[in-house]
C-alpha cells in the first residue's frame, strides 16, 4: 500500500506563487507521479504528470506557469506554480502509480484570491 501526503497548499493573491509537495511512503517502485485539481462543481483534472524518468505532460490551462518535478531517492513530486489565477482555485491531489494501480492522496486547498 502507498500513502501520499501532500503539503503547501493555501491562499495566495493573483500572480502569486505556490509550490506543493507530496511524498510517497512504502515500499514499491513508483512509475508515474503528478497532480489533479479539482475545482467546486466540477470533475477532476489532470494538471501535470512526469514519469520515472522525467518525462512531462501539462494541461494546457497550466503549461508555461506551473513546473512538475520529483525527486526519486525521496519518493517525492513538486509541483511548482507561478502566475497563479483565480480559476486555479480548487483542492489539489497528488496521484501516483505503481504497476498496474493508481494511488491518491487526500488533497490540498489552493486557493487563488485577493
Known amino acids: 500500500q502507498v500513502q501520499l501526503v501532500e503539503s503547501g497548499g493555501g491562499l495566495v493573491q493573483p500572480g502569486g506563487s505556490l509550490r506543493l509537495s507530496c511524498v510517497a511512503s512504502?515500499?514499491?517502485?513508483?512509475?508515474?507521479m503528478g497532480w489533479y485539481r479539482q475545482a467546486s462543481g466540477k470533475e477532476r483534472e489532470l494538471v501535470a504528470l512526469?514519469?520515472?524518468?522525467?518525462?512531462?505532460n501539462y494541461a494546457d490551462s497550466v503549461k508555461a506557469r506551473f513546473t512538475i518535478s520529483r525527486d526519486n531517492a525521496k519518493n517525492t513530486v513538486y509541483l511548482q506554480m507561478n502566475s497563479l489565477k483565480a480559476e486555479d482555485t480548487a483542492v489539489y491531489y497528488c496521484?501516483?502509480?505503481?504497476?498496474?494501480?493508481?494511488?491518491w492522496g487526500q488533497g490540498t486547498h489552493v486557493t487563488v484570491s485577493s
Open positions: 512504502g515500499s514499491f517502485s513508483i512509475s508515474t
Open positions: 496521484y501516483c502509480s505503481v504497476i498496474v494501480k493508481d494511488f
Open positions: 512526469i514519469g520515472r524518468t522525467g518525462a512531462t
